[in-house]
C-alpha cells in the first residue's frame, strides 16, 4: 500500500528535500506541500494524506495549532491523519502540547534521511515514534515542566489491569515492545495485545499518547524515564 504524505513546513528548501526524498521511496507518493500551517490544514482536508509531516514553527497558523486542527476536525469532516512533528530542540514544550492533541510523535529536522523515511513508514502504520533515547529524555524534559498529576488520568488508572499498568509504566520509560517482552518474560505478541486493551481502556489513540497519560496521571515521574 503506498503512503500518502504531505509536508508542511514554511522553508522552500527542506520541503524540495524532503518531498524528493520521499518520492523516491517507492511505497511513499507525496501528495502535496504546503508553507503555512493554515494551507497544510486545508491541503490536508483536500488530498486526505496518511502522514502529514508538520513543522513546529511557521507563520499564518504554527504547527501546533494546525495539528490540532488537523486531529480534532470540525464535524462532517472524517478524514485525521496520522501527524509526524519537525522540529529543533529549543521547541520541546510546543512538541509536548502536540503529543497530547494527538500527534504521533516527532523527529528532529536534521535527523538522517534513513531517519525520516524509516519514521514515515512507522508513524503510518500506526505506531508512535517514541523509541530513541532521545525522544525518552525529551518526554522527561516536558514532564518535569507540567503540573502536578491530574485527578482525572489518576482515576482512570483504576480500569486497567496490575499487568496492564505494569505495561503503560513500561512504555512511559520508553521501552519498546522487544524490550517489554523481555522485562515482562512474556511474548511480543502478549505485550502488544496488552498495549491495545491499554490503549482501549483508557481512549488514547496511540503509544505517544499512552506515555502523556502516563506522566500525566502521575503513573511515571520525570526520574524514572530509563537513558
Known amino acids: 500500500m ?6 508542511v513546513d514554511d522553508q522552500a528548501m527542506v520541503r524540495a ?11 511513499i507518493d507525496v501528495a502535496g506541500e504546503a508553507p ?4 497544510g490544514v486545508e491541503l490536508s482536508r483536500s488530498v486526505h ?16 495549532a494546525a495539528a490540532r486542527e488537523v486531529l480534532n476536525p470540525p464535524a462532517g469532516v472524517i478524514h485525521r491523519p496520522r501527524v509526524l512533528m519537525l522540529t529543533t530542540f529549543d521547541v520541546d514544550d ?36 517514541l523509541a530513541p533515547s532521545v525522544t525518552r529524555r525529551l518526554i522527561a ?28 509504566e513500561l512504555i512511559a520509560k520508553g521501552l519498546s515492545n522487544q524490550e517489554i517482552a523481555g522485562r515482562l518474560v512474556v511474548a511480543e505478541q502478549t505485550v502488544k495485545t496488552h498495549i491495545g486493551r491499554v490503549l482501549a481502556k483508557l481512549g488514547l489513540r496511540d503509544r505517544a499518547q499512552a506515555v502523556i497519560f502516563a506522566y500525566e496521571s502521575g503513573l511515571v515521574t520525570p526520574g524514572d524515564a530509563t537513558a
Open 141 to 168: 524534559d516536558f514532564a518535569q515542566q507540567r503540573p502536578a498529576p491530574r485527578k482525572g488520568p489518576a482515576l482512570r488508572l483504576r480500569g486497567l489491569t496490575p499487568r496492564e499498568t505494569e505495561v503503560l
Open 49 to 64: 494524506p496518511d502522514v502529514v509531516l508538520m513543522d513546529v514553527r511557521m507563520p499564518e497558523m504554527d504547527g501546533l
Open 17 to 27: 528535500g524532503f518531498a524528493a526524498l520521499l518520492s523516491a521511496q517507492a511505497d
Open 94 to 129: 510546543y512538541v509536548y502540547e502536540a503529543l497530547r492533541a494527538g500527534a504521533s510523535g516527532f523527529l528532529l529536522k536534521d535527523a538522517p534521511p534513513a531517519d525520516l523515511i524509516a519514521a514515515v513508514r512507522i508513524v503510518a502504520a500506526g505506531e508512535a515514534l
Open 36 to 39: 503555512d500551517g493554515r494551507r
Open 2 to 7: 503506498t503512503i500518502r504524505v504531505i509536508i
